[in-house]
Nanobody
Framework: QVQLVESGGGLVQPGGSLRLSCAAS????????MGWYRQAPGEQRDLVAL???????NYADSVKGRFTISRDNAKNTVYLQMNSLKPEDTAVYYC????????????????WGQGTQVTVSS
């Protein structure tokens, strides 16, 4: 129905930057909220940042001032610019989208991407 494909992860040194992208495709009528979550080994999946269709944002305290979330509504794509990366940012980063389908009476969907690994290490 709705597929999310992430890209942009990798290995970076402390203090470096990475930009993650996530493109949504499929039977989409609209996407209200798009977000990024992360999960480190042995830990739960936690919110990193959210952005509404109108551009309102919300960040985890641990990334405020370092990460910036943005989106291109025309492309159904969300981005996460990560600066001043720290070793504790190491995790698998997952994209999430919540919206309405273009069939089934506009039923709501909530989909996850497959995840992209971000490793911060010297």
């Amino acid at each position: 129905q709705v597929q999310l494909v992430e890209s942009g992860g990798g290995l970076v040194q402390p203090g470096g930057s990475l930009r993650l992208s996530c493109a949504a495709s499929g039977s989409i009528f609209s996407i209200n909220i798009m977000g990024w979550y992360r999960q480190a080994p042995g830990e739960q999946r936690d919110l990193v940042a959210l952005i509404t269709r109108g551009g309102s944002t919300n960040y985890a305290d641990s990334v405020k001032g370092r990460f910036t979330i943005s989106r291109d509504n025309a492309k159904n794509t969300v981005y996460l610019q990560m600066n001043s990366l720290k070793p504790e940012d190491t995790a698998v980063y997952y994209c999430n989208a919540d919206g309405r389908l273009n069939y089934s009476g506009g039923s709501r969907f909530n989909s996850w991407g497959q995840g992209t690994q971000v490793t911060v290490s010297s």
